[in-house]
């Protein structure tokens, strides 16, 4: 499986968010539901690409083609959310083995700054298992050491690394397609490329 870079950010609209994973139960006397929180959140997205000339689609229709359908995967990420609307200043990595839950305990970043990170900023960081795509839920600040802890979203699958890199620039998560039918385009009356497709977070 090989992993390939989104051609370059030219959507005309974009949807991506997290797809929760939950069980609900509904009694058939009282009525009550009960639901219950499970592990394995996954990111979503589908993305329409701005209409492409035939010289201009070239690039994307092989890019969709070399994806094999779900065989291979690419790094998808929210387009708006490619920088922090945070400080996000300094070398940040992991402070800390064996973390899990919904915090991460950093270090390395500038010190003292408010709103290192501002809720909604993106954040991702590597594991054994691949790579991990977190939202930041509530503003962050650094301390006077350049320490930070961030609440984040969805919860940590794979604990990281001690000092394994906190990604602020350009974070991504691994997609596949959704299916094998997504690498198809189409071209209107006017000879333009249409072509978007949908993807969901493999690990």
């Known amino acids: 499986m090989t992993t390939y870079a989104i051609p370059e950010n030219s959507f005309l609209?974009?949807?991506?968010?997290?797809?929760a994973n939950t069980?609900?139960?509904?009694?058939?006397l009282?009525?009550?539901t009960q639901v219950l929180e499970l592990?394995?959140?996954?990111?979503?997205?589908?993305?329409?690409v701005a209409n492409?000339?035939?010289?201009?689609?070239?690039?994307?229709?092989?890019?969709?083609?070399?994806l094999r359908?779900?065989?291979?995967?690419f790094y998808a990420f929210d387009p708006q959310r490619t920088t922090q609307y945070g400080a996000a200043t300094g070398t940040p990595l992991v402070n800390g083995a064996s973390q899990t839950g919904n915090s991460l305990v950093t270090d390395g970043w500038n010190t003292s700054v408010t709103r290192i990170l501002k809720a909604g900023d993106m954040i991702?960081?590597?594991?054994?298992?691949?790579?991990?795509?977190?939202?930041?839920?509530a503003d962050v600040n650094s301390d006077g050491s350049g320490n930070a802890?961030?609440?984040?979203?969805?919860?940590i699958r794979v604990s990281p690394a001690n000092d394994a890199t906190v990604i602020v620039s350009s974070p991504t998560c691994v997609m596949a397609l959704v299916d094998d039918g997504q690498a198809q385009w189409k071209i209107n009356g006017q000879g333009l490329y249409e072509i978007s497709f949908s993807g969901i977070e493999q690990f």
């Open 149 to 155: 802890t961030l609440s984040i979203e969805p919860s």
């Open 52 to 66: 492409k000339t035939a010289a201009d689609a070239g690039i994307w229709l092989a890019w969709l083609t070399k």
């Open 39 to 48: 592990t394995g959140a996954r990111w979503t997205a589908t993305y329409e």
């Open 69 to 73: 359908g779900q065989a291979n995967t």
């Open 23 to 28: 069980q609900s139960f509904t009694s058939p």
């Open 124 to 137: 991702a960081f590597d594991t054994t298992d691949g790579r991990e795509l977190k939202m930041i839920t």
């Open 13 to 19: 609209q974009t949807s991506f968010g997290l797809q």
């Open 30 to 32: 009282s009525n009550n």
